[in-house]
């Protein structure tokens, strides 16, 4: 596995393998690797058909806002690095913040109404953020294929309208959420989690598995639903409900009622950790 | 000359044309093509080392704001089409705004700071029109050159700004302003103006000469060089200043004195036509 740190060479390696035919697959990522991440290694492999496999690891200060976990966002760049290449990645691309954020840097990506929703509303700039970084690592990577994970489904549809507004040659897939054997939705930050937090966080998978079975059972009112999901999480004393919501995949504005690939999302404050996790029809 | 108008096959061409080794050069232009758009052509192939020429021809809706002149703007498509051939673009690209702005699309580019101050000022949502619009044309098109007339200095410096913040892989050539016999700045927009205006508005680029004597001679406040030029222009009766200044061209901030590479621009109207020219030391 090669370690990439400037763009500039990132760049040419990836110029040189389109010029032998390779597939490209790209898999950004935070680094602090867990199976969910791995698992989109794959996807990019079987889905993609992808010949070889580009992941960044690059924690992006501009997602963050100055009240967040930024500084303590968890990093482990020897055993991601060991992580990523039992796994297959052929290259990974770990820039430093000034590569990615020059001084005289200005330029901003934005995704009108898709970002200012949902997870938007208490991250404000968040997704801004996102898609600037996304935008930069695509056309340094220029992946044939690039891959994100379901669990952050907000910022995949996001990403999507982006890659497609401004025609950006990548294809994006959305891979399935990989979950914890009690069904808690992987991510970096559950090693916030106390071990009473731990317990109590499964809430969210299973609020979800119960909007599912009332919604096989004929359900269809996003109200019903998302009050029996509140009342469910509500049993868990430490856990705080940012939003739950039914909302169309395509606009990401909610809907009075749930239909075919609806998606329902929620997002759960245990202490300062938020979580997050969703289902799509 | 190939005529192309769907983003589709547009990037098609590139991408067989670039498997072909072809270096592709670029001009974008909202047509109504003058001798400043043709001069573009030539420094592509000898500057720019092309071996091909696309030119674009989209009367971007995004960077007129309501109030401005997007319905009469001029549009001659089949003079465009003669006069491009005429002189050696190879493929000109002449999209619909539906399948560049398709109704779902929100997605916006934005340079900060550069893109509020000079021209901003009077037409602030300007400059984010052209860097979203030219993002879509970049991804389509995917050149290793793309020429802009210095004419639009700031609109140059901005996009240059946006390739290498969002490490965009094209080269951007900045080429010399085109003029009138008399002087006037070579613009689509010269034909709003009355004959008398016409006649004014040559004291564009003497006050710009004016200048730059005064800068020969040792001249280097900023403030007395400013002075000069508004009185002179107001000599003109028909002409109303939007604004003179003398900036850096990194930044395009306002520096009290002239220096190697400072800009100085301006735009005054004459009626609602509103004019620019620009020299850069």
Same mark, same amino acid.
């Given at each position: 596995m090669m370690v990439i740190t400037s763009p500039k060479e990132m760049n040419a390696w990836s110029q040189t393998a389109k010029l032998q035919k390779k597939r490209i697959g790209f898999v950004p990522t935070m680094g602090c690797l867990h199976r969910g991440h791995l698992s989109l290694i794959e996807v990019a492999r079987?889905?993609?058909?992808?010949d070889t496999v580009v992941m960044s690891v690059f924690v992006n +200060?501009?997602?963050?806002? +100055? &009240? !967040?976990?930024f500084d303590k966002y968890p990093r482990q760049w020897e055993l991601d690095k060991k992580l990523a290449e039992d796994a297959g990645v052929d290259v990974i691309f770990h820039p430093s913040s000034e590569d990615m954020y020059p001084a005289n840097a200005k330029t901003f990506v934005e995704v009108a109404d898709l970002s200012s929703v949902m997870c938007g509303l208490t991250r404000p700039t968040h997704f801004r953020g996102v898609t600037t970084v996304v935008a930069k690592l695509l056309n340094i990577v220029s992946p044939q294929v690039t891959v994100f994970g379901q669990k952050d489904a907000q910022q995949c549809f996001i990403i999507r309208r982006m890659v497609q507004d401004l025609m950006m040659e990548t294809k994006i897939i959305m891979a399935p959420i990989i979950r914890e054997n009690d069904g808690l939705a992987m991510s @970096? %930050?559950? %090693?916030?989690? @106390?071990s009473d937090e731990r317990t109590q966080a499964v809430c969210l998978s299973q609020s979800l598995e119960r909007a599912e079975k009332m919604i096989n059972a004929g359900e269809k009112r996003s109200a019903v639903i998302l009050k029996a999901m509140h009342e469910y999480i509500q049993q868990n004393p430490l856990a705080k409900v940012d939003y739950i919501t039914v909302v &169309? #995949? !395509? #606009?990401l504005q909610e809907t009075a009622e749930v239909f075919n690939k609806s998606l329902i999302a929620l997002a759960v404050y245990f202490g300062k950790t938020r979580l997050i996790d969703n289902i799509i029809l």
């Amino acid at each position: 596995m090669m370690v990439i740190t400037s763009p500039k060479e990132m760049n040419a390696w990836s110029q040189t393998a389109k010029l032998q035919k390779k597939r490209i697959g790209f898999v950004p990522t935070m680094g602090c690797l867990h199976r969910g991440h791995l698992s989109l290694i794959e996807v990019a492999r079987s889905q993609g058909k992808c010949d070889t496999v580009v992941m960044s690891v690059f924690v992006n +200060p501009l997602q963050f806002a +100055p &009240n !967040e976990d930024f500084d303590k966002y968890p990093r482990q760049w020897e055993l991601d690095k060991k992580l990523a290449e039992d796994a297959g990645v052929d290259v990974i691309f770990h820039p430093s913040s000034e590569d990615m954020y020059p001084a005289n840097a200005k330029t901003f990506v934005e995704v009108a109404d898709l970002s200012s929703v949902m997870c938007g509303l208490t991250r404000p700039t968040h997704f801004r953020g996102v898609t600037t970084v996304v935008a930069k690592l695509l056309n340094i990577v220029s992946p044939q294929v690039t891959v994100f994970g379901q669990k952050d489904a907000q910022q995949c549809f996001i990403i999507r309208r982006m890659v497609q507004d401004l025609m950006m040659e990548t294809k994006i897939i959305m891979a399935p959420i990989i979950r914890e054997n009690d069904g808690l939705a992987m991510s @970096s %930050r559950n %090693r916030y989690l @106390s071990s009473d937090e731990r317990t109590q966080a499964v809430c969210l998978s299973q609020s979800l598995e119960r909007a599912e079975k009332m919604i096989n059972a004929g359900e269809k009112r996003s109200a019903v639903i998302l009050k029996a999901m509140h009342e469910y999480i509500q049993q868990n004393p430490l856990a705080k409900v940012d939003y739950i919501t039914v909302v &169309n #995949t !395509e #606009t990401l504005q909610e809907t009075a009622e749930v239909f075919n690939k609806s998606l329902i999302a929620l997002a759960v404050y245990f202490g300062k950790t938020r979580l997050i996790d969703n289902i799509i029809l």
